[in-house]
């Protein structure tokens, strides 16, 4: 093996295994700037030759700098119908009624935090959550079974990644962040016909309230 040989092998090793390191981390869900420095950094470096090598699986990369974080999702199907569909790799999840309420409401709120012009970061303690989605949900006479409800979904959409829990002292109450990767899957589109979703939201609740009655 020649000198040269011998100096650029290490390299591209290197630089190889970093790679894997990418692909393999995003594969199992998302790189955020914040507390991911190092992989973030590498990413940035390295985001053209990951878009191409998840290419290849049928995936592409989703990057946003400015909010800081990175996913990968399936790319759209071909309308060709000579090309062959690809497996996804990566599942799409039903989500429950609750859960996408809980979701737009989130959107909603981050909007309206943003355009306030204050802090980066949302922060909503569980009891703000439940009033905000309080009022969609219908009437309980069990508090306790209704607080124990959405506590459920609010464990989803941390399982998901839109929400962070935070870690909060003794007699604090329980809080969490609104992760920005949202407005992802939340777009501006959808964002513009929020008002219409929530009305669809509260004829599915009326509707289900009203069968319930019935019974």
Known sequence: MSMAEQEFEPENTAASNELSALVITLLKGVIYQEGEASLWNALLNLQAR????VTVLGLELVLDESEGYAFLRARKDSEDEGVAKLPRLVARRQLTFTVSLLLALLRKKLAEFDASGGDTRLVLTRDQLVELVRVFLPDS???????DQIETNLNKIVELGFLRKLKTGAG???AFEVRRIIKAFVDAQWLNDFDTRLSAYQQQINATSAGDSDE
């Open 50 to 53: 990951v878009r191409d090598y």
């Open 141 to 147: 006479s069990n508090e306790a079974k209704l607080i």
């Open 172 to 174: 604090q109450p329980t």
